[in-house]
């Protein structure tokens, strides 16, 4: 009996092992590039302008973070691949977080080239030593949308496994599936930006780019 307890605690640990690994911390002042597209710019929020209620924005306050919003509005995952490469010189981040996608699934880019555009991007910054985040979107569903159950689409999971690249999940499809929190079907508005920081936050966090 005393070995079978033994042997479920270890499991027990090496299953929480595998759930909770850790990155290196990022420290308060070190400069963070959020490379995205409206979600990122913060349309919906009072004028759809980058007016503080971005979530970039909102982060960088609770991290203490010098975070560079290069969210821009209509961008697709071959906007941002062309953008990276001068924001990574510019800025030369400590950490990079990567949301798009959401304008190839609306405009029914191959999902084999978004998943090529993506791999590049977290390519280039592998071999520019700066540590990534990939940011979940979901797929584009009418009918999930109205019945408030939006879901990310499995993209980002497959891309996530072949690059070893830290997920974070859920954020867009939870906040986008509550009509409080949503400027219109693809934009959230200034409260649920709050909600995307917020989960965002306690997603960092946990692995550990935060101490």
């Known amino acids: 009996m005393k070995k079978l307890v033994y042997l479920l605690l270890i499991f027990t640990l090496v299953a929480?092992?595998?759930?909770?690994?850790?990155?290196?911390?990022?420290?308060?002042?070190?400069?963070?590039?959020?490379?995205?597209?409206?979600?990122?710019?913060?349309?919906?929020?009072?004028?759809?302008?980058?007016?503080?209620?971005?979530?970039?924005s909102l982060?960088?306050?609770?991290?203490?973070?010098q975070i560079i919003n290069a969210g821009v509005p209509g961008d697709t995952s071959a906007g941002g691949l062309e953008r990276l490469p001068a924001l990574l010189q510019q800025h030369q981040p400590k950490l990079l977080i990567v949301e798009l996608g959401g304008n190839d699934f609306l405009h029914n880019v191959p999902q084999t080239k978004t998943m090529a555009n993506l791999k590049a991007i977290l390519t280039?910054?592998?071999q520019a030593a700066v540590p990534s985040v990939l940011v979940a979107i979901p797929e584009v569903s009418a009918f999930r949308a109205a019945m408030g159950n939006l879901q990310d689409h499995t993209l980002f999971e497959t891309l996530a496994q072949e690059t070893n690249t830290p997920l974070i999940s859920n954020v867009f499809s939870e906040v986008l599936s509550d009509n409080t929190l949503k400027a219109?079907?693809?934009?959230a508005n200034a409260k649920g930006?709050?909600?995307?920081?917020?989960?965002?936050?306690?997603?960092?966090?946990?692995?550990g780019f935060l101490k």
């Open 124 to 126: 280039q910054a592998k």
């Open 59 to 65: 982060l960088a306050t609770k991290t203490g973070w």
């Open 184 to 187: 219109d079907q693809i934009h």
């Open 16 to 56: 929480c092992g595998k759930t909770a690994e850790k990155y290196a911390a990022i420290p308060q002042g070190a400069t963070v590039l959020i490379l995205g597209d409206s979600l990122s710019y913060g349309t919906g929020a009072n004028t759809g302008t980058n007016t503080g209620e971005d979530y970039p």
């Open 193 to 207: 930006y709050a909600v995307v920081s917020e989960l965002l936050y306690r997603k960092l966090a946990e692995f």
